[in-house]
């Protein structure tokens, strides 16, 4: 999955008005698989924010 459909599908999730299990249900896709692609732009973006503070 490119990183731009993660992060279409966490954007989704989290602004769905449905709870996170029942939309993830709805999509066809696992709870840890959504949580582990969360936890991993999470990541880099502290890493990208990290980056720009050295600089």
Do not use: D, H
Request: hydrophobic share 45%; glycine share 4%.
């Amino acid at each position: 999955m490119a990183q731009s459909e993660k992060i279409e599908i966490i954007t989704l999730v989290e602004q769905s008005p449905l709870r996170v299990k029942a939309t993830l249900k709805e999509l066809g896709i696992n709870r840890s698989t959504f949580y582990q692609c969360r936890a991993a732009g999470a990541v880099q973006t502290l890493f990208a924010e990290w980056l720009c503070w050295l600089s």
